[in-house]
């Protein structure tokens, strides 16, 4: 089987062109699977369709979450598909088997006012203070994901013309980067990233204080850290940026195929989650401007 998977991880990182995130939960997923497979004595290529009900009832009893088991069936249906098509296997064990029904989350957003006390704190009177400004200002600027403000290159942002081209997989897209955050980026590019690197051949946009690359775990505890700084008392992560990002711009007319465009989603379904708080800011418009509300 560890053939089989070896295989398949790399025929999916090709033809697919997948992000190396979601090369590995692919990996996790399978690997899983093939754990639980060798604990019960099962052979991959012997497993029937209720041997695959009966692993996801496994996964529900040690309390996965409905998401979580839709993901791990997606990953283990794919893997099925590719060793069909290869003759490794005779059936599909997944065909037929519903993913279990996940119920769509209202994602966590601040207030305008938050989102101003939490980019207020950096203050740049250091190289880390006027990198920190920066990179909260982009992140609420963009709405990028975290992984992809790490994997960003110093050539690709146009400070001139301000915009980034974010890169992700085989995709790509266009963001414009608003007035403040143009303003707190060049500070940053021009007087402490020039500092912080310690090779002319580094190319990472954010550094870290020893000139590296910015790791995610680095920028989650610098989000952290200006959050309790500020006293909110709301959890506060880049994702939570992205979607305040996007409900701020939909507050304020922004059309929804525009915002699916610089979040980068594929499916405007993703996008249409934020519609909920769209209603509730036109009926804080209507009880004020209304002479009857």
């Known amino acids: 089987m560890d053939n089989q998977i070896s295989s398949f991880l790399e025929f999916i990182k090709n033809d697919k062109k997948l992000s190396d995130n979601t090369l590995q939960a692919y990996r996790r997923d399978i690997l899983q699977y093939k754990s639980y497979l060798e604990s019960n004595k099962m052979n991959y290529t012997k497993t029937k369709n209720k041997d695959m009900k009966e692993y996801l009832e496994h996964l529900k009893d040690i309390n996965k979450r409905p998401s979580t088991i839709s993901r791990n069936l997606a990953s283990i249906r794919l893997f099925y598909q590719y060793l069909l098509k290869n003759n490794k296997v005779k059936s599909d064990p997944t065909e037929g088997i519903a993913s279990p029904k996940v119920d769509k989350r209202v994602p966590s957003i601040l207030t305008t006012q938050e989102v101003s006390l939490l980019l207020d704190q950096p203050k740049n009177v250091d190289l880390k203070g006027i990198r920190d400004k920066a990179m909260l200002e982009f992140a609420y600027a963009t709405g990028m994901r975290v992984t992809e403000i790490t994997s960003l290159n110093i050539d690709n942002v146009n400070l001139e013309e301000g915009f980034v081209v974010c890169k992700n997989g085989n995709k790509q897209r266009k963001i414009p980067l608003g007035s403040l955050s143009l303003k707190a980026l060049k500070e940053y590019v021009e007087e ?31 989000v ?11 959890e506060i992560t880049p994702h939570i940026l992205r979607h305040s990002f996007a409900t701020h711009l939909l507050q304020n007319g922004a059309e929804l195929k525009a915002i699916q465009t610089m979040l980068g989603h594929s499916d405007i379904a993703s996008t249409q989650v934020y519609m909920q708080f769209q209603d509730e800011s036109l009926k804080n418009v209507y009880k004020k401007a209304h002479p009857r509300a």
């Open 192 to 222: 402490s990233r020039p500092i912080l690197i310690k090779s002319e051949q580094e190319k990472s946009l954010f550094v870290n204080i020893n000139g590296k690359r910015l790791t995610r775990q680095g920028f989650w505890k610098i």
């Open 224 to 234: 952290k850290f200006y959050k309790e700084q500020a006293h909110i008392n709301k």
